[in-house]
């Protein structure tokens, strides 16, 4: 079993549209949690972080961290056009940047005009 | 924010040759850089981390006398892939952190082609 799952899709959705997107792990041991934006030929962006389980909303996307599950969900709500890109999480047991990161895959998202 | 130049973006080189990538933190001191290859489809697998003034931790798997990795100052490291083959083709990325913020910022990558 990987360290993380990700379904890589591909995903594809109408503008407006609510996005889920969603990551498992088995690594008991991972405390911070990330999602980042790739556009193609390009490195990835930082767009949320999380801490220990909950919700954490940035505009219009929300970050959700199920520990008990080993689970963790990135939300897009209203869905432009702009947020086609593949999404990665990725997943640390150590926070400060000092240790590193465990990626998922990446789920490739398309939405549509 | 913190901004981590990459180059160069794309390179071909013929096989046997060796090319060498440049990541640069440009607003913050790098204490740990982190280098990953990304092939199509496939999530970021790292490749090394490197701390300012110390040698390379590879990962299991990455030769290191071949992807050769040095981190002479706190906003320098390059990535040299040495004796090049096609099967080295693929996407490299490197990311930095103070180890004080928390956050790992990313270069823009280096597409690499050997043919």
């Known amino acids: 079993q990987k360290e993380v799952e990700q379904d890589p899709g591909p995903l594809s959705v109408p503008e407006g549209a609510i996005v889920s997107l969603n990551c498992t792990y088995s690594n008991s041991a991972f405390q911070y949690f990330m999602w980042y934006r790739q556009y193609s030929r390009k490195g990835p962006e930082l767009l949320m972080y999380t801490y220990s389980s909950g919700n954490k909303e940035d505009g219009r996307f929300t970050a959700q961290v199920d520990k008990s599950s080993k689970y963790i969900s990135l939300f897009i709500r209203d869905s432009q056009p702009s947020d086609s890109a593949t999404y990665l999480c990725a997943m640390s047991n150590s926070g400060a940047g000092s240790y590193q990161l465990t990626f998922g895959k990446g789920t490739k998202l398309s939405v549509i005009p | 924010g913190a901004v981590v130049s990459q180059h160069p973006s794309w390179v071909i080189c013929k096989s046997g040759t060796s090319v060498k990538i440049e990541c640069r933190s440009l607003?913050?001191?790098?204490?740990?850089m982190f280098w990953y290859r990304q092939f199509p489809k496939q999530s970021l697998m790292l490749m090394a981390t490197?701390?300012?003034?110390?040698?390379?931790?590879?990962e299991q798997g990455v030769e290191k006398d071949k992807f050769l990795i040095n981190h002479a100052s706190l906003t320098l490291s390059t990535l040299t892939v040495t004796s090049a083959h096609p099967e080295d083709s693929s996407f490299y990325i490197c990311?930095?952190?103070?180890?004080?913020?928390?956050?790992?910022?990313f270069g823009s990558g280096t597409r690499l082609t050997v043919v």
């Open positions: 607003d913050f001191q790098a204490t740990t």
């Open positions: 990311s930095a952190t103070n180890q004080v913020n928390y956050g790992y910022t």
């Open positions: 490197s701390n300012e003034g110390s040698k390379a931790t590879y």
